[in-house]
């Protein structure tokens, strides 16, 4: 049974940055997708970021320009470089390996972005 750990978040001001990191201790990470969802208070949980296992990157409305998002294999890693935050960016962050076929996902706890103004 694997698992994943997100670190990297905290209290940063409108227009700083924060890099998000992620471990996961699962077997085969590079056949997974890695996926970045965020969750803000009274609101519904929505994807962000993704780099697929051919290292597509995909990006939400709401992020792109500002957030970049990477991977490393040889780490079992993933990373979310947040640049000009603002303060609609304020969430739980998980990174969530994602494999389709057949289908299996990792939650981790989550990393809490606070932005403030």
């Known amino acids: 049974q694997g698992h994943v750990v997100e670190s990297g978040g905290g209290l940063v001001q409108s227009g700083g940055s924060l890099r998000l990191s992620c471990v996961a201790s699962?077997?085969?990470?590079?056949?997974?997708?890695l996926e970045w969802y965020r969750q803000a208070t009274g609101k519904e949980r929505e994807l962000v970021a993704a780099v697929k296992k051919d290292f597509t990157k995909i990006y939400h409305n709401a992020v792109a320009g500002r957030f970049a998002a990477s991977r490393s294999n040889t780490e079992n890693a993933g990373y979310l470089q947040m640049d000009s935050l603002k303060p609609e960016d304020t969430a739980v962050y998980y990174c969530v390996p994602h494999r389709y076929t057949p289908p299996r996902e990792y939650w981790g706890r989550g990393t809490l972005v606070t932005v403030s103004q």
């Open positions: 699962i077997d085969n990470f590079y056949a997974y997708d």
